[in-house]
């Protein structure tokens, strides 16, 4: 059955199930189509939202390589240092718990990619938080009118009668923020050359 554009396939058997989601899970197990949040927000860019296929085995290889067990050893002091922090900021400031935490995932990236951490109110922070909220009600079916009809990024129309671009493609500029990205970069290889990172 297809729903907008959609195809629908209703199991109603165990064995039904078992035969398609668990021999077949290559062709029948891909991520939900969202064209909102996967294609007008993250441009096809983001692993989570992108459907099973060539691309995305070439991202997740890639993701493997990085976050493997034996590599893991590299990121444990950066986990244990922003763990002590975060067991800080509980006690501190428990009203702000939920930026805490997101503190403490962005503070272990940072560290491990730029040699940086992140601090309760850093403006970076600050603006990955108010992205994410802004970002997250797309992952929901349905709340943009494309992922109800897909046909419609399909259409030669102009950009001025479509507003989920104006929505969507003015999130896409707020998260690549490219200014913020680059400042990061500027200490990047001297971190690099002396084996900081």
């Given at each position: ?8 396939l209703f199991l109603n058997s165990r064995r039904a199930v078992t035969a398609l989601?668990?021999?077949?899970a290559a062709i029948y197990s891909s991520r939900q189509k969202l064209p909102m ?160 990172i």
């Amino acid at each position: 059955m297809t729903i907008g554009g959609t195809p629908w396939l209703f199991l109603n058997s165990r064995r039904a199930v078992t035969a398609l989601l668990d021999q077949k899970a290559a062709i029948y197990s891909s991520r939900q189509k969202l064209p909102m949040a996967s294609e007008v927000i993250s441009g096809n860019k983001r692993l989570l939202l992108m459907p099973y296929g060539p691309e995305w085995r070439k991202q997740r290889k890639a993701m493997h390589k990085i976050l493997n067990n034996t590599k893991s050893n590299v990121f444990q002091p950066f986990q244990d240092l922003e763990s002590r922090a975060l067991l800080y900021h509980y006690m501190d400031k428990p009203d702000r718990w939920w930026e805490a935490n997101a503190r403490f995932a962005n503070s272990i990236v940072m560290s491990v990619t730029y040699g940086k951490r992140s601090g309760l109110g850093d403006p970076d922070l600050a603006n990955l938080l108010n992205n994410a909220d802004r970002f997250i009600p797309y992952l929901m079916p349905g709340q943009a009118l494309v992922d109800i009809f897909p046909g419609l990024l399909k259409l030669p129309i102009p950009s001025s009668w479509q507003p989920w671009r104006w929505w969507g493609d003015a999130l896409h500029r707020s998260t690549k923020r490219p200014e913020s990205v680059c400042g990061q970069h500027s200490g990047l290889e001297q971190l690099v050359h002396c084996g900081i990172i």
